[in-house]
């Protein structure tokens, strides 16, 4: 699977001010490290669709995939609110539609992410419950 490293400066400046800014879309996951047990926090867009909520890597298999495939859960920060939610990998002949309103949500912040990897097989998604 394939997987898009994000730029430095995304790490180190982007991804903590959203974290700390959040916003309507942005949420952060905080999902334990599957060899260290650490907390990592990563922002991501959540997705309301059809009466779930997904989250789907724009970056293909990223670290937070891994680590949420190993923990199946993880908790949701939205705002001042955190709750816990059980994780399932949706199969890869589900994730179409799935991906076409992710990509309409979280509109140009993605749009290059999957230009560079146009199949759903490289996309990650996880319904959350």
């Not at 430095?8 to 060899?35: D, E, Q, S, W």
């Not at 001042?80 to 589900?94: D, N």
């Amino acid at each position: 699977m394939s997987y898009l490293q994000p730029p430095r400066l995304a790490v180190k400046v982007v991804n903590p001010l959203a974290m700390r800014i959040g916003g309507r879309k942005v949420v952060t996951l905080v999902v334990a490290g599957r060899r260290s047990g650490v907390l990592h926090r990563v922002p991501l867009v959540a997705l309301d669709y059809e009466g779930a909520k997904y989250l789907v890597s724009a970056r293909g298999e990223a670290e937070w995939v891994k680590n949420l495939r190993r923990a199946g859960r993880a908790d949701l920060v939205e705002g001042r609110r955190s709750r816990t939610f059980f994780a399932s990998e949706v199969p890869t002949e589900r994730r179409p539609p799935i991906i076409a309103a992710y990509r309409a949500k979280a509109g140009l912040s993605v749009a290059a992410l999957f230009e560079k990897l146009p199949d759903h097989e490289d996309h990650p998604v996880f319904e959350l419950c």
